[in-house]
């Protein structure tokens, strides 16, 4: 390990986290048969990590859902409390605004609901980001870090995929700014999608009314274009990490509205029609029982 890394450093620990994730992955994938030296054997090795990243959170996932279910059925209550506060053309009372942000999270702590909760795989996400763009940038000096070995590292730093380097960047132009491209294609196609399909599938359209619903419907635009604009400077290998987990998220995203979707919602509705047809033999059969 680098003389850097420190017990009590916490991103040191993460460090060595992700770059095992991307040891291991990577000896594995060496052992059916890529070359150990290649583009395609790391990128997949980073491919690997975003799997491993997402599955451990699938539990957190599925528990900011529930939270997310629960919001949602008190969101009738929201809406009429707000308006009960509403003053057109008037400021409010800032007693009148304590009072408010009161009753409110009182509606959510009855209910169990945290509007925060489906934010918080995201938000996990963040420090791997961070550990992942720390461990390529030591690639490419050719420096240890974390599990990363010195000559790992300089393998690593000079992997290419399509003859770009995994530790270059889109703005460092030529075969890089190609790959780079596609990649941020990929992370912004996917990211409107996803947005697009909880906006117009996974929620209330009731929510959607008004200003709040007018800046939700935004965020599927704006949110796209400020993830392609970030990409533009961070490591190939972060871009294959970024693009990953945005297929995953519309993977996912999919799976919900089809599975789990939120009550009152496009989704729950299709989902209700797909499942009236099995209890309808069912309710027949009993309906049908002749009368002693």
Known sequence: MPESWSLLNPLAWLEAAVSGVL???HSLLAAAGLDPAGGPAWTAAVVVLVVVVRVALLPLVVRGLRAGHRAAAVAPQLRAL??????PGLTRDPGELAQLRAEQAALYREAGASPLAPLLPALLQV?????????LDGAARGHAVGLLTPALALQAGAATVLGAPLSGSLLGGGA???LGGALVLVVAAATWATTRLQLTRGTDPAVLEGPVGQAQRATAWLLPLVMAATSAAVPLGLLVYWATSAVWSLGQQLAVLRWLPTPGSPAAAAREQRLAPRKRPVEHAEGDRPAR
């Not at 707000?82 to 003053?87: D, E, T």
């Open 23 to 25: 040891v291991a992955a």
């Open 82 to 87: 707000q308006a009960r506060y509403s003053r």
């Open 127 to 135: 420090p791997v980001m961070i550990a992942l763009a720390r461990v």
């Open 176 to 178: 890089g700014a190609l």
